[in-house]
């Protein structure tokens, strides 16, 4: 805004004021438009900023009253005006103006104070001016020092350590497969190994030695992700062709030129210099004692080898330049690549635009919020109405619920959705003083902070209801409503405890049902009759077949685990298929006999185990904003997907060992594809 012509630097004081130091190089008289606006910007900023201490400081081009000689009087009117407007700019920001007791600019005869100080809120001591010697002789006006009182300000500045933690928790599965080696050798060293005469270890032991070594593989993978991460930041801040392999070799090739110089004028009394040294230990020399140094130093072979150790270097150097070209190139083909081998994710991948979607904040979807009875206009004319009213709803908790009272009905309403259930359960204890039966209220929101995992869990689970999903009532009312309640902490229990209700608003039931709107999917008519018709008596599988025998050799365990599916994200454990498929061999073999024992039912994996993590993805980033823009994942742990590849393909092999499928079933099984179908339509 000002042309350039100002420089403002900014601190913070002891007493946590803001300190603001501006140097200025004003326009001169003879441009007195430009003059003038850099004078209105600066007094419009320093009007807004009244507690400020600011300090102006530099060449203003004005000059205060009398301090001007050796000028013919009166002064020409640009000067005249020049100098009034720095007055004017003084009044009307109630700056003081402070100035040097010798002019600090001089020309021939002509001499003027224009380097000037103007401060706000702070007192200012006289300025000295550095007379004009001869290393100023290139400007015009005099150096200008004031003295700052150094108990305003910070003395010394604590640098901050630097954090080398981990910046994420998620492990990069394309890095990892770039780095297996290096992180297999970080492993081996930290996971003990595996014995067979550990026989007699439970599923808890060994449960609890697979987590331990998860954490340890995981932090190995983000250890190499961080020292990654620092090596590209490093490079980043290097110049172009400044690696530390070639920064290396520069410094050897300008030493070694520094010694070969050295050794065209060395005399007999010519120390033994560091570069010197340098080139006695690439020339292997060095392990000589220092009185024949002295002689190799003045030799003219010494001089003769240096120069040719020099052009070695030089031509390590230009090698060194060709293969960084090379490795530039061949990372940009391998980001074009990646883009081609993976469509769209690789473009986001390479142009660092995934994830452009912004967490969700806030929501709206319809929710309950409390209660509402209508009043007739006899009900509201009674003259006590209001001493009733508080009478009833003074057992409810003021900070938790409102109620309002209209000519036409009363509302309660709970300012959080996790105190509505609270709510139901009161209004059958406390008959309401009105005739006509309550209704519940929705709202839409948008729902935040507190609100808001309720209203997600609201429109998830309805949209998980069972389509027949009824009351326990005889009538089987259905459309419930789905509410949430925080229960009272008890001793050792989580504060994030959260208990889902299901309540009916049908007049005849309103209220909690107990059954959790059970639905009639298994409520059917007796099916012996097709039992007796023999209607399953083939295509089943035999009564004697399980799916709980051992896995009998580790190498058929491989083959379970190489059926993992890659490139996936991880649940609560973090810790993504990739890893357990490269884990080595003694943490797999564990597994192998914690799998064992499962399917032996000698060990029941606990809910912490196979709980999912749910995850929302947004399918409409044009309306980010609403919750049926989103669809949920279940994250699983990596241990619950191999259990599952396990039981399938054991539950696939009896189907097709008794023939359970239609030969004309291709979907899903092995050994079968469309081509075989079409082939099969093409013979008939």
């Known amino acids: 805004m000002v042309s350039g012509r100002a420089l403002a630097l900014s601190t913070t004081t002891k007493s946590g004021g803001k300190f603001v130091i501006i140097n200025l190089y004003q326009f001169t008289a003879a441009n007195p438009v430009e003059q003038q606006e850099v004078w209105d910007i600066i007094a419009a900023w ?39 407007r720095l007055q004017d700019f003084c009044q009307d920001t109630g700056g003081d103006l402070t100035s040097s007791r010798c002019h600090s600019w001089r020309r021939g005869k002509q001499s003027a104070s224009l380097d000037n100080a103007v401060t706000w809120n702070y007192p200012l001591s ?20 004031f003295t700052l009182p150094c108990e305003d300000f910070i003395t010394s500045f ?143 072979n010494w001089a003769y080898l240096l120069r040719a150790e020099v052009k070695k270097v030089q031509a390590q150097l230009l090698k060194l330049d060709e293969a960084h070209l090379r490795e530039g190139k061949r ?53 006590n109405i209001k001493a009733e009213m508080h009478e009833w709803t003074s057992s409810l908790p003021p900070d938790k619920y409102e109620v309002s009272l209209t000519d036409t009905y009363i509302k309660i309403s709970a300012k959080i959705l996790t105190d509505v259930p609270a709510l139901l359960i009161w209004a059958p204890k ?90 009639n999917r298994k409520e059917v008519n007796n099916m012996d009759f097709l039992d007796k018709s023999k209607i399953f008596s083939y295509r089943t599988i035999g009564l004697g077949e399980t799916i709980r025998d051992p896995i009998k050799t580790f190498r ?37 006999i914690l799998i064992n024992i499962i399917l032996a039912g000698h060990y029941v994996c606990s809910e912490e185990v196979l709980e999912a993590r749910v995850v929302l993805l947004c399918k409409d980033h044009g309306n980010p904003t609403l919750l049926a823009s989103y669809r949920p994942i279940a994250l699983c742990n990596s241990f619950y997907p191999l259990i599952n590849i396990i039981i399938t393909s054991r539950i ?16 899903f099984r092995g050994s079968r594809s469309v081509q075989l179908v079409i082939q099969k339509e093409r013979w008939l």
């Not at 002789?137 to 200008?144: A, N, T």
């Open 46 to 84: 320093v009007l807004k900023h009244p507690n400020d201490k600011i300090f102006l400081i530099g060449d203003l081009n004005s000059a205060p009253a009398g301090e001007r000689t050796g000028y013919s009087l009166p002064l020409s009117d640009s000067l005249r005006q020049a100098d009034a």
């Open 126 to 145: 006289q300025p000295q001016v550095c007379p004009f010697e001869a290393k100023h002789k290139l400007y015009d006006p005099g150096v200008l020092s």
């Open 158 to 300: 604590k640098v901050p350590k630097r954090s080398f933690a981990s910046p994420t928790d998620r492990v990069d599965v394309d890095f990892f497969q770039q780095n297996l080696l290096q992180w297999h050798k970080n492993v081996q060293q930290r996971i003990s190994p595996f014995s067979s005469e550990g026989g007699e270890a439970t599923g808890e032991s060994l449960l609890q030695k697979m987590r331990e070594e998860q954490d340890i593989m995981r932090g190995e993978a983000l250890k190499l992700q961080v020292r990654a991460e620092t090596s590209r930041r490093r490079a980043r801040e290097r110049r172009p062709n400044r690696s530390k392999e070639q920064v290396r070799t520069r410094r050897l090739h300008a030493t070694l030129a520094v010694a070969y110089s050295e050794a065209l004028t060395a005399t007999a009394d010519s120390r033994v210099t560091v570069a010197t040294w340098v080139g006695l230990k690439a020339l292997g020399l060095d392990h000589l004692p220092e009185a024949i140094l002295r002689h190799v130093q003045i030799s003219p």
């Open 331 to 383: 990372k940009r083909c391998d980001a074009k690549k990646y883009i081609f081998d993976h469509g769209i994710k690789g473009v986001r991948r390479v142009m660092n635009k995934h994830g452009a979607v912004s967490g969700l904040q806030q929501l709206d979807h319809s929710c309950p919020i409390g209660l509402h009875w209508e009043v007739s206009p006899l009900e509201f004319s009674r003259p």
């Open 430 to 519: 406390y008959p309401s003083p009105f005739t006509s039966l309550p209704t519940l209220i929705y709202s839409t929101g948008p729902w935040t902070k507190d609100n808001f995992v309720t209203a997600v869990e609201c429109f998830f689970q309805r949209n998980a209801y069972h389509p027949f999903a009824q009351c326990s009532h005889p009538q089987k009312h259905s459309d419930p409503v789905l509410l949430t309640k925080i229960p009272p902490n008890k001793a050792g229990a989580n504060n994030a405890d959260r208990r889902m209700l299901h309540y009916c608003p049908h007049q005849s039931c309103a209220g909690l049902d107990p059954d959790s709107f059970c639905s």
């Open 556 to 592: 058929e365990f491989s083959r379970y685990v190489g059926r993992m599916a890659n490139r996936k994200a991880s649940g609560d454990d973090k810790m993504p298929a990739d890893l357990f498929k490269k884990a080595p061999e003694a943490f797999r073999k564990r597994a192998w």
């Open 652 to 667: 696939r092999g009896l189907t097709e060992k008794y023939a359970v499928l239609e030969s004309s079933q291709h979907g």
